[in-house]
């Protein structure tokens, strides 16, 4: 299986704060990967697939990059609905595998 | 709208088996995969397979390979996850979520069902 390495594991930022978040595959995934936010109690919430595309609905503000085994989500200023947990998708090959995750913490 | 409703909570002693249903509605069921994934207390997702509503056909992750069956009944516009020899370590909320194209992402999630094993 193909494994999703996420760092960090957590950050903290403050409101306005630029905030990156990377992912690494074990093997190349094309641009296979999606990112999902999470927060506490709910579901997982899509936000980005194929790696830079943007979910209906989801603010500008976060953006996706990366192809081959490397990816990043940004989110260009941090809002205070966005502190959640990130967590990265490959989709590459049909057994799927998430990432360890990122909690976005305040500062 | 597209929603996923789920069962509801269970309690299992360990070796028994568990049946967890999401129920689709707001789109047409066979046109989209049906994905299981877990997640533990304090823990990160874990993808458990997926199941082809048309076909039927499944795809499990190695882990769960002998011990999961998913299946679904399309008069119903209903999935089931059913996982057996249950231990503790199986306690966690289960959640099944849409996926296909593009990218086989999971845009629609159910709202999770908490599954406790303890004796």
């Known amino acids: 299986d193909i494994q999703m390495t996420q760092s960090p594991s957590s950050l903290s930022a403050s409101v306005g704060d630029r905030v990156t978040i990377t992912c690494r595959a074990s093997?190349?995934?094309?641009?296979?990967l999606n990112w999902y936010q999470q927060k506490p109690g709910k579901a997982p919430k899509l936000l980005i697939y194929?790696?830079?595309s943007l979910q209906g609905g989801v603010p500008s503000r976060f953006t996706g990059s990366g192809s081959g085994t490397d990816f990043t989500l940004t989110i260009s200023s941090l809002q205070p609905e966005d502190f959640a947990t990130y967590y990265c998708?490959?989709?590459?090959?049909?057994?799927?595998?998430f990432g360890g995750g990122t909690k976005v913490e305040i500062k | 709208q597209v929603q996923l409703v789920q069962s509801g909570a269970e309690v299992k002693k360990p070796g028994a088996s568990v049946k967890v249903s999401c129920k689709a509605s707001?789109?047409?069921?066979?046109?989209?995969?049906i994905n299981w994934v877990r997640q533990a207390t304090g823990q990160g997702l874990e993808w458990m397979g997926w199941?082809?509503?048309?076909?039927?056909?499944?795809n499990y992750a190695q882990k769960f390979q002998g011990r999961v069956t998913m299946t679904r009944n399309t008069s119903v516009s209903t999935a089931y996850m059913e996982l057996s020899s249950l231990r503790s370590e199986d306690t966690a909320i289960y959640y099944c979520?849409?996926?296909?194209?593009?990218?086989?992402?999971?845009?629609?999630w159910g709202q999770g069902a908490l599954v406790t094993v303890s004796s």
């Open positions: 979520a849409r996926g296909g194209s593009p990218a086989s992402a999971f845009d629609f």
């Open positions: 998708q490959q989709s590459f090959m049909t057994r799927f595998t």
């Open positions: 093997q190349t995934i094309s641009t296979y």
């Open positions: 707001g789109y047409t069921f066979t046109n989209y995969d």
């Open positions: 194929a790696a830079s």
């Open positions: 199941m082809n509503p048309i076909s039927g056909n499944t």
